[in-house]
């Protein structure tokens, strides 16, 4: 049957639409709007999208928690104007959200209701503090509820505390107390806790049970009879721990965390919360800690995939040593202002050796706390062996292996020159936190005398192109990733301002290992995204990743970096949800 002209001309037309149309959907998701459920369109001053295809637009749109599209404005305002968009325009900027690669999440809840020591100057100091908290918290210090707290340190004492420093004070006698170091490698507890334990407390491998000027701390390994005892939070109360500390996250435009040591009973409550609270505002990648440390437990984790990218748990998280600032750093040379010691191993090489094997042939990413140069040696060692195992033994075999695995260094603080070139190599990634070479500045060459400070510590820079991750090890530093971003850029105390040279304060500390502020802010993305092997859904802005991202009052890359010390942010956004509003105060749900 012929058709008339005017039908056969109306048929053109509509499959000529019809493929615009087609086509015009996939190069402009946001026009897809028009043909379904209203796509959000969110349009700032300036976009950092951190996607090498496309480094600025303007705008994006989100649909179903993802990244539909992204796209400048010139050019595109009949998009904008599509119709059944919900078109937001902001004189904000944007940039990805930010990821802390390396902290704690549940500490950081209960430390937010502990006493909080750090900075503290004094012993008086720290009794008034813990005075100050018991007078608003008076069910603290029982044997059922121990007052906790976390931030001492005992070089502004002069000496380690001990259980006496506490029984002294008339107002604090006979409380139950466990307060963490700065660093969380030593516990200081109380008499009454000193009771719970046998007369004659014996020495722990792989620990130091301290005994001068007397008892009343415990370190690393040695902390485990301590942990034992302490009567521990139940799931109630560790959700409150970890809505808290999430909110806490969100207010400094954090949107993940790399959680740097979880329980498997732990990894089972924060498995039923990111399904079951809408409270659970930030991502979290962990790492999972056996009951018994440094063991081989994989029966017991509970294998969590990405999902939905609010909770995976694919690693496992060792332990080689100690801390610098307690002298348990285990070193190849003994410690230039304690050269009586080395520090302490807290597992041996073959043994790290051996456990680090049945991880990985189990199908987990191990990642190994490392600071000292023969911790970061064996656990070389030990990721060499099984990526040998595994792949192959040819050089190049072993890198490709390692894309794969993405075995990680946890601080790699001070590191042979041998050993750097081994990660560089092999392709090792180094988890390290900025801020921790601001801290430590001030005693690290102490500990390690000019040469090996020089050679050896807190390398940044001459990593970088091997991917590190950067993060916090909050609650041990404030989680605040600008803060981290400052520390890496300047290498100042981002707290003060300030190098550790009194002559040249505003001289950074071994500066030439300092990062540009591109290269820091794609240690608190990019990087940390593929450390959890996430590169395809986080840490950009660009289209099927994550729509996560923080809204600033000015561009960074033209704020004075002194600005990044006490820099706000204006909101944050998980899964395309407000989840932090600085004007309205907190949560902000739309």
């Given at each position: 049957?012929?058709?008339?002209?005017?039908?056969?001309?109306?048929?053109i037309?509509?499959a000529t639409?019809?493929?615009?149309l087609?086509?015009?959907?996939?190069?402009?998701?946001?026009?897809?709007?028009?043909f379904?459920?209203?796509?959000?369109?969110?349009?700032?001053?300036?976009?950092?999208?951190?996607?090498s295809?496309?480094?600025f637009?303007?705008?994006?749109?989100?649909?179903?928690?993802?990244f539909?599209?992204?796209?400048?404005?010139?050019?595109?305002?009949?998009?904008?104007?599509?119709?059944?968009?919900?078109?937001?325009?902001?004189d904000?900027?944007?940039?990805?959200?930010?990821?802390?690669?390396?902290?704690?999440l549940?500490?950081?809840?209960?430390f937010?209701?502990?006493v909080?020591?750090?900075?503290?100057?004094?012993?008086?100091?720290?009794r008034d503090?813990i005075?100050?908290?018991?007078?608003?918290?008076?069910?603290?210090?029982?044997?059922h509820?121990?007052?906790?707290?976390?931030?001492?340190?005992q070089?502004?004492?002069?000496?380690?505390?001990?259980?006496?420093?506490?029984?002294?004070d008339?107002?604090?006698?006979?409380?139950?107390?466990?307060?963490?170091?700065?660093d969380?490698?030593?516990?200081?507890?109380?008499?009454?806790?000193?009771?719970?334990?046998?007369?004659?407390?014996?020495?722990?491998p792989?620990?130091?049970?301290v005994r001068?000027?007397?008892p009343?701390?415990?370190?690393?390994?040695?902390?485990?009879?301590i942990m034992?005892?302490?009567?521990?939070?139940?799931a109630?109360?560790?959700?409150?721990?970890v809505?808290?500390?999430?909110?806490?996250l969100?207010k400094?435009g954090?949107?993940?965390?790399?959680?740097?040591?979880v329980?498997?009973?732990?990894a089972?409550l924060?498995?039923?919360l990111?399904?079951?609270?809408?409270d659970?505002?930030?991502?979290?990648?962990?790492?999972?800690?056996?009951?018994?440390?440094?063991?081989?437990?994989?029966e017991?984790?509970?294998?969590?995939?990405?999902g939905?990218?609010k909770?995976?748990?694919?690693?496992?998280?060792l332990f080689?040593?100690?801390?610098?600032?307690?002298w348990?750093?285990?070193?190849?040379?003994?410690?230039?202002d304690?050269?009586?010691?080395s520090?302490?191993?807290?597992?041996?090489?073959?043994?790290?050796?051996?456990?680090?094997?049945?991880?990985?042939?189990a199908?987990?990413?191990?990642?190994i706390?490392?600071?000292?140069?023969?911790?970061?040696?064996?656990?070389?060692?030990?990721f060499?062996?099984?990526?040998?195992?595994?792949c192959?033994?040819?050089?190049e075999?072993l890198?490709?292996?390692?894309?794969k695995r993405r075995?990680?260094?946890?601080?790699?603080?001070?590191?042979?020159?041998?050993d750097?070139?081994r990660i560089h190599?092999?392709?090792?990634?180094?988890?390290?936190?900025?801020?921790?070479?601001?801290?430590?500045?001030?005693?690290?060459?102490?500990?390690?005398?000019?040469?090996?400070t020089r050679?050896?510590?807190y390398?940044?820079?001459?990593?970088?192109?091997?991917?590190?991750?950067?993060?916090?090890d909050f609650p041990?530093?404030?989680?605040?990733?600008?803060?981290?971003?400052?520390?890496a850029?300047?290498?100042k105390?981002?707290?003060?301002?300030?190098?550790?040279?009194?002559?040249s304060?505003?001289?950074?500390?071994?500066?030439?290992?300092?990062?540009?502020?591109?290269?820091?802010?794609?240690?608190?993305?990019?990087?940390?995204?593929?450390?959890?092997?996430?590169?395809?859904y986080a840490?950009?802005?660009?289209?099927g990743?994550?729509?996560?991202?923080?809204?600033?009052d000015?561009?960074?890359?033209?704020m004075?970096?002194?600005?990044?010390?006490?820099?706000?942010?204006?909101?944050t956004w998980?899964?395309g949800?407000?989840?932090y509003s600085?004007?309205?105060?907190?949560?902000?749900?739309i």
């Amino acid at each position: 049957m012929a058709l008339s002209p005017l039908l056969r001309w109306g048929l053109i037309i509509s499959a000529t639409v019809a493929v615009v149309l087609a086509y015009s959907i996939q190069q402009y998701p946001i026009l897809s709007a028009a043909f379904g459920e209203p796509l959000a369109v969110y349009c700032y001053k300036g976009v950092r999208t951190h996607d090498s295809r496309q480094p600025f637009a303007e705008c994006f749109s989100v649909e179903d928690g993802s990244f539909a599209g992204v796209w400048a404005k010139d050019g595109t305002q009949s998009l904008k104007r599509a119709k059944g968009a919900d078109v937001s325009v902001s004189d904000g900027y944007a940039i990805p959200g930010l990821w802390d690669g390396h902290g704690h999440l549940l500490q950081y809840g209960e430390f937010l209701h502990s006493v909080d020591l750090f900075g503290s100057q004094s012993l008086d100091d720290v009794r008034d503090r813990i005075k100050t908290y018991l007078a608003a918290n008076p069910e603290a210090g029982t044997k059922h509820h121990w007052l906790r707290g976390v931030g001492w340190d005992q070089s502004v004492f002069g000496r380690m505390p001990t259980a006496d420093d506490i029984e002294q004070d008339d107002q604090l006698r006979g409380i139950f107390m466990m307060l963490d170091r700065i660093d969380v490698h030593c516990a200081w507890v109380s008499k009454a806790v000193l009771d719970l334990l046998p007369d004659e407390i014996p020495d722990v491998p792989g620990g130091e049970v301290v005994r001068d000027p007397g008892p009343g701390v415990f370190c690393d390994n040695a902390m485990d009879m301590i942990m034992h005892l302490w009567p521990k939070p139940g799931a109630e109360e560790k959700a409150r721990a970890v809505k808290v500390a999430m909110k806490e996250l969100n207010k400094v435009g954090l949107v993940g965390m790399h959680d740097a040591g979880v329980t498997a009973d732990d990894a089972r409550l924060y498995a039923e919360l990111a399904v079951s609270s809408p409270d659970w505002t930030v991502r979290v990648y962990g790492m999972l800690e056996c009951s018994r440390r440094n063991t081989a437990c994989p029966e017991d984790a509970p294998r969590v995939g990405r999902g939905n990218g609010k909770f995976a748990l694919n690693s496992v998280k060792l332990f080689a040593d100690g801390a610098l600032g307690s002298w348990g750093s285990a070193m190849l040379e003994p410690y230039s202002d304690r050269p009586l010691t080395s520090g302490s191993l807290l597992i041996n090489a073959s043994a790290l050796a051996e456990v680090t094997r049945a991880w990985a042939e189990a199908g987990f990413q191990v990642n190994i706390h490392a600071i000292g140069d023969l911790a970061n040696r064996n656990a070389l060692d030990a990721f060499e062996a099984a990526l040998r195992r595994q792949c192959g033994g040819r050089r190049e075999q072993l890198a490709e292996c390692q894309s794969k695995r993405r075995f990680r260094l946890e601080h790699s603080q001070i590191i042979h020159p041998d050993d750097q070139e081994r990660i560089h190599a092999m392709g090792i990634i180094p988890s390290i936190q900025p801020t921790h070479a601001t801290s430590d500045m001030k005693y690290a060459e102490e500990r390690l005398g000019p040469r090996r400070t020089r050679e050896e510590a807190y390398r940044m820079k001459s990593l970088f192109d091997v991917g590190p991750i950067l993060g916090s090890d909050f609650p041990v530093e404030p989680p605040n990733p600008f803060r981290g971003i400052y520390a890496a850029v300047t290498r100042k105390n981002p707290h003060t301002g300030l190098g550790p040279d009194p002559e040249s304060p505003s001289r950074g500390w071994h500066a030439e290992e300092a990062l540009t502020l591109d290269e820091a802010l794609v240690g608190f993305t990019r990087n940390a995204a593929y450390g959890a092997f996430l590169e395809h859904y986080a840490g950009r802005i660009r289209t099927g990743s994550f729509a996560d991202w923080v809204v600033l009052d000015e561009p960074l890359e033209d704020m004075d970096v002194e600005k990044l010390r006490t820099l706000q942010v204006r909101e944050t956004w998980v899964g395309g949800r407000r989840v932090y509003s600085r004007d309205e105060g907190g949560l902000a749900v739309i």
